[in-house]
């Protein structure tokens, strides 16, 4: 009598893993039940003329956001991973007011009002604030630091408050 309760519970629970499409510790199923990333507040280096962060910053995070004080104001910008590389953006949502966004695979989404972004262009796919794309800020990286000029970041903030 146990070796058959046994057996049909352990029936149920194939059935059950099977019909979930369960696939054990497969990478590709994992992901497409993942929950979108926060971004980790790091603490930049700047200069007068540049901003640096580490890339293992970046690499451990997956998001990250920082903060930067220039000229114009503290400004918030956001380093991402995807496809296997690195980007940097104004972290900025005009209309709602947001600094900060979630990555969920391909998908930038504010934290204030979930208008989502393309994290590959930066532009907006749906939402209030969908006409406010978020504007790249060129980098280099040298010995595990990623570099932009100060410049760079006040014109990716600028243009990122323009309505397009």
């Known amino acids: 009598?146990?070796?058959?309760?046994?057996?049909?519970?352990?029936?149920?629970?194939?059935?059950?893993?099977?019909?979930?499409?369960?696939?054990?510790?497969?990478?590709?199923?994992?992901?497409?039940?993942?929950?979108?990333?926060?971004?980790?507040?790091?603490?930049?280096?700047?200069?007068?003329?540049?901003?640096?962060?580490?890339?293992?910053?970046?690499?451990?995070?997956?998001?990250?956001?920082?903060?930067?004080?220039?000229?114009?104001?503290?400004?918030?910008?956001?380093?991402?991973?995807?496809?296997?590389?690195?980007?940097?953006r104004s972290n900025v949502c005009p209309p709602c007011g947001s600094i900060g966004f979630a990555l969920d695979d391909s998908i930038l989404i504010c934290d204030a009002c979930a208008s989502t972004f393309d994290a590959s262009t930066g532009k907006g796919i749906g939402g209030a604030c969908v006409a406010y794309p978020k504007e790249s800020v060129p980098y280099t990286v040298s010995g595990g630091t990623i570099i932009m000029n100060l410049e760079d970041v006040m014109s990716a903030h600028q243009e990122s408050l323009r309505r397009k």
Do not use: R
Request: charged share 15%; glycine share 4%; net charge negative.
């Open 1 to 88: 009598m146990t070796f058959k309760i046994i057996a049909v519970v352990l029936s149920v629970l194939v059935i059950s893993v099977l019909a979930l499409g369960c696939t054990g510790n497969d990478p590709a199923a994992l992901k497409d039940s993942a929950k979108p990333v926060e971004a980790t507040w790091i603490n930049p280096l700047s200069t007068d003329q540049t901003v640096s962060i580490p890339v293992e910053a970046v690499n451990m995070h997956t998001n990250v956001h920082f903060k930067v004080n220039t000229d114009i104001g503290e400004l918030v910008l956001m380093a991402y991973m995807f496809d296997d590389d690195i980007f940097i």
